[in-house]
């Protein structure tokens, strides 16, 4: 059975940079087929993809976060991680990771976490 | 950049009734290998989303069949045949035809009048 869990601080100050780690297990991210990605979703608000990537490196990124976002993977450990630098409150939302079947999107989902962006 | 546009924003039914949400997108979503990347979501209050329909109207596993999806080119429909007390949640629809960019609309509220 599939499973992800996301993981990081619930609490970033404005201007700094926020850190997530998913944790796969159930799959090896290094020999799956699929990518692996965030969306995130404001409190009370629809939901927004943030970027996807896959285990060899290749990213990709919503044009409206791309300049601060970025993706990566330890595979050592089954782990992808998101950075999202110079964070304001409209950053605060609960980020979901997720893998994603190509065009078909996502097909499984981490529970959420919750971060808030406050001084 | 594609625009994914649901209607209607809040959809109130009675138990047992059918229940339709429309989903358009701004360009067609054909892709050139012959598939309609087109998925639908359910989340219900306080969950995750889950993925209920892919390529317009092929449903996932433990999906009930009550619920359906339909349409081509830029006009898609979801439609649940008899709306059950743990269908209260808001649907989303994505396109993924357009990879890597993946786009959500907006979300349909359905509730129990």
């Known amino acids: 059975q599939l499973q992800l869990q996301e993981s990081g601080p619930g609490l970033v100050r404005p201007s700094e940079t926020l850190s997530l780690t998913c944790t796969v297990s159930g799959d090896s991210i290094s020999s799956s087929t699929y990518y692996w990605g965030w969306i995130r979703q404001p409190p009370g608000k629809g939901l927004e993809w943030v970027g996807s990537m896959f285990y060899t490196g290749t990213t990709h990124y919503n044009p409206s976060l791309m300049s601060r976002v970025t993706i990566s993977v330890d595979t050592s450990k089954n782990q992808f991680s998101l950075r999202l630098s110079s964070v304001s409150a409209a950053d605060t939302a609960v980020y979901y990771c997720?893998?994603?079947?190509?065009?078909?999107?996502?097909?499984?989902w981490g529970q959420g976490t919750l971060v808030t962006v406050s001084s | 950049d594609v625009v994914m546009t649901q209607s209607p924003l809040s959809l109130p039914v009675t138990l047992g009734q059918p229940a339709s949400i429309s989903c358009r997108s701004s360009?067609?979503?054909?892709?050139?290998?012959?598939?309609?990347?087109l998925n639908w979501f359910q989340q219900r209050p306080g969950q995750s989303p889950r993925r209920l329909i892919y390529?317009?109207?092929n449903r996932d596993s433990g999906v009930p069949d009550r619920f359906s999806g339909s349409g081509s080119g830029t006009d898609f429909t979801l439609k649940i045949s008899r709306v059950e007390a743990e269908d209260v949640g808001v649907y989303y629809c994505?396109?993924?035809?357009?990879?890597?960019?993946?786009?959500f609309g907006g979300g349909t509220k359905v509730e129990i009048k």
């Open positions: 390529k317009v109207s």
């Open positions: 994505v396109q993924g035809t357009y990879w890597p960019l993946l786009t």
């Open positions: 360009q067609s979503l054909e892709h050139s290998d012959g598939n309609t990347y």
């Open positions: 997720a893998r994603i079947d190509y065009g078909d999107s996502f097909d499984y």
